[in-house]
């Protein structure tokens, strides 16, 4: 025991969710795989590459900080919660987290890739038979003048430029990430970064190949969006005994002749589903109707036609606040028009400004115009003007533009016809239209949840590396920290569903939760720690962090033994 005036100190050591996140990665085993494929680190080394990129996806996944930072973040942490000893942490800084995105880039990342996703396939047990895929731009800062996909360590990369950006930032540049999910709990199953500049629609046929050979064979349904239809992605895919659904663009034939069809027939909806949002009464039900279309598709695959009750409202909504905008702005362009310092004198510049309008409000067909000219008399004083002066004559004429509108209720009324609906194409006979609905519109919004998972709540872009091949290697962690996300969400859902439980209290104020994400799960643990209380360098007594009722309830449902924070 110490003795009388000895002095004490305490040292917390915080631990927050990282014995869930290590868990889940010991049954991926991702350090044996990582060690696999890495080139062996120097003897003198003091931190091989693998460990250091699993903190670096640790830290991903529970507190993204800058590469700069991550030091300082795993010093106040457990040592081996981050998965260090007390020297490696001591060692830890970005000059060697950066030396091992280096070697992670030189490595056959595809090949770890797939050893990755076989072992996810068969630890997890995730279902294949319904794969969806999409994209969305990483908008990046900064000139990246070496992202011009020149070849480094004698490897190409990739190259970052200017492209379709879907963060509706054009003035930035941008890499292309792909993302594939199953419909099992939404668990990424591949990935793929492209160049900026990559037109979408030529990026499925190389993933579907991919797919089939993770899966073993076609027999999987892949789901994408209207980039997909395009007829060599269609045929090819067919041809190889695969299934597909898609959107049909807008710009195909079909889309316009069905449009102009239902303008002038009626046709013959049949609901297919009512589906309710929670809260709602059966009579604020979106229902949803289906039709097989009377067009037939180009290459020959099926086309049905869908009609939601909740999407015709949304349309209707959309085209009257277009016209209320377009209509606001061409009063103004009126007005200034007519204002006595108007300094527009060419009709050309009128009815430029004028669909321009139109344009950017997507009015066209709805709003017909009219440009007038006219000349208004001009009048001054005859002579200096003076007490007796009152004589005044014409001296000229000025040009002006008289502007008027109308409605075209013809096209008003048959795009109102249009409301709610779209199109998908599939060449599965066997499913129903439900089926096809719900495979395209309701589990296909998940990527665009793991999307913002990458990009808002992992914040892995904007990323401030300017070494592209260093960038690469940390998009590569960035799959590995979402997939993680994915299967902590996916096993805490299933637990629910099985003991049927609608929601769970996960918000501050112990609010129910009915969709419990990974991130919000985090934050319930966040704050635990384990205090050492030290007497002249020695420990006397460890404080075990004690899990209130809820953290234990989390834990039951992830299948995990509340010793995993007494362990620690």
Not at 11 to 19: D, F, I, K, N, Q
Not at 523 to 534: P, T, Y
Request: with cysteine.
């Amino acid at each position: 025991m110490p003795q009388t005036g000895e002095t004490f100190d305490l040292v917390s050591r915080s631990l927050g969710a990282l014995p869930i996140v290590n868990r889940f990665l010991a049954r991926l085993q991702l350090q044996s795989l990582l060690q696999s494929r890495l080139e062996p680190s120097d003897s003198r080394c003091k931190i091989p590459a693998s460990q250091l990129l699993l903190v670096l996806l640790r830290n991903l996944v529970v507190s993204r900080v800058p590469l700069y930072s991550l030091a300082e973040w795993a010093r106040p942490m457990m040592p081996e919660a981050v998965g260090l000893s007390c020297d490696q942490v001591a060692a830890l800084n970005d000059d060697r987290v950066g030396r091992a995105l280096d070697d992670l880039f030189d490595c056959d990342r595809q090949a770890l890739l797939s050893d990755f996703v076989v072992r996810l396939v068969r630890e997890f047990r995730i279902n294949l038979e319904e794969l969806h895929n999409d994209s969305t731009s990483l908008t990046l800062q900064g000139q990246y003048r070496q992202g011009d996909g020149r070849r480094v360590r004698g490897k190409p990369t990739l190259r970052v430029t200017f492209g379709y950006n879907k963060d509706h930032r054009p003035d930035l540049k941008q890499l292309l990430w792909i993302l594939t999910i199953s419909n099992d709990g939404a668990v990424p199953v591949h990935f793929k970064v492209a160049d900026g500049s990559i037109e979408d629609s030529s990026t499925h046929l190389e993933t579907w190949k991919l797919l089939r050979g993770l899966v073993g064979s076609p027999q999987f349904l892949y789901v994408a969006d209207s980039k997909l239809c395009t007829g060599d992605n269609l045929r090819y895919i067919a041809h190889e005994q695969g299934a597909f659904i898609t959107v049909l663009p807008q710009s195909r034939k079909e889309d316009a002749l069905f449009r102009e069809w239902l303008s002038s027939h009626d046709a013959p909806w049949q609901e297919v589903a009512r589906l309710l949002r929670p809260g709602q009464t059966l009579d604020e039900a979106d229902v949803i109707q289906a039709i097989e279309s009377p067009i037939p598709e180009a290459n020959g695959f099926r086309l049905l036609w869908f009609l939601s009750s909740r999407k015709r409202q949304h349309d209707a909504e959309m085209r009257q606040d277009a016209l209320l905008r377009a209509v606001k702005e061409l009063e103004k362009l009126k007005a200034r028009l007519e204002g006595p310092r108007c300094r527009i004198k060419h009709m050309r510049r009128v009815t430029d400004a004028v669909e321009k309008i139109l344009e950017l409000n997507g009015c066209q067909r709805w709003i017909d115009y009219t440009v007038d000219r006219t000349h208004q008399l001009t009048w001054r004083h005859e002579t200096r003007k003076t007490r007796d002066t009152h004589i005044k004559r014409c001296i000229g004429s000025l040009l002006r533009f008289e502007l008027a509108w109308t409605f075209n209720q013809e096209n008003i009324g048959k795009d109102s016809r249009c409301d709610g609906i779209s199109p998908l194409v599939t060449n599965r006979q066997d499913l129903s239209p439900l089926q096809i609905y719900s495979a395209c519109h309701r589990n296909h919004s998940f990527l665009e949840l793991r999307h913002d998972l990458l990009k808002n709540t992992l914040q892995v872009v904007p990323a401030y590396i300017h070494n592209v091949d260093r960038l690469e290697a940390l998009l590569f962690l960035g799959y590995l920290a979402i997939t993680i996300h994915a299967l902590v969400e996916r096993q805490l859902r299933q637990e629910m569903r099985r003991r049927r439980l609608e929601e769970v209290p996960l918000y501050p104020e112990a609010r129910e939760c009915r969709a419990p994400t990974a991130a919000r799960l985090f934050d319930v643990f966040e704050h635990l720690a384990v205090h050492d209380l030290i007497a002249e360098g020695t420990v006397i007594q460890r404080f075990q962090p004690k899990l209130n009722q809820l953290q234990l309830d989390m834990l039951e449902l992830l299948g995990l033994p509340a010793e995993i924070y007494s362990a620690a």
